[in-house]
Nanobody, 120 residues
Framework: QVQLVESGGGLVQAGGSLRLSCAAS????????MGWFRQAPGKQRELAAV???????NYADSVKGRFTISRDNAKRTIYLQMNSLKPEDTGVYYC??????????????WGQGTQVTVSS
């Protein structure tokens, strides 16, 4: 089993910054992609940012230019640097890792989530 542990959430004012971390229990080179999803109250979970094994990144239009996803393979950790935060960024942020399993096909792993609250 793979464990993903998020940290770094909290309460900030609009315009502020937070840096989220997601530490994995195995080499992150094992994963096809890793990413950050978020879920605002009353809304569906959505992809905020993703990074592939090769380092390619993609972002939701709503966060492009403000958020940066990165990784540190030696620390088995991915990060989400969030700048210029807006109240609509409020939600629970989940770390995701996707890998191909010979026995199970494509498998997703999820962290427990970390709360981000942006006040006006």
């Amino acid at each position: 089993q793979v464990q993903l542990v998020e940290s770094g959430g909290g309460l900030v004012q609009a315009g502020g910054s937070l840096r989220l971390s997601c530490a994995a229990s195995r080499s992150i080179a094992s994963f096809n992609t890793m990413g950050w999803f978020r879920q605002a109250p009353g809304k569906q979970r959505e992809l905020a940012a993703v990074i592939s094994r090769g380092g390619t990144t993609n972002y939701a239009d709503s966060v492009k230019g403000r958020f940066t996803i990165s990784r540190d393979n030696a620390k088995r950790t991915i990060y989400l640097q969030m700048n210029s935060l807006k109240p609509e960024d409020t939600g629970v942020y989940y770390c995701n890792a996707r890998m191909t399993s010979i026995d199970d096909g494509l498998v997703d792993y999820w962290g427990q989530g970390t709360q981000v609250t942006v006040s006006s």
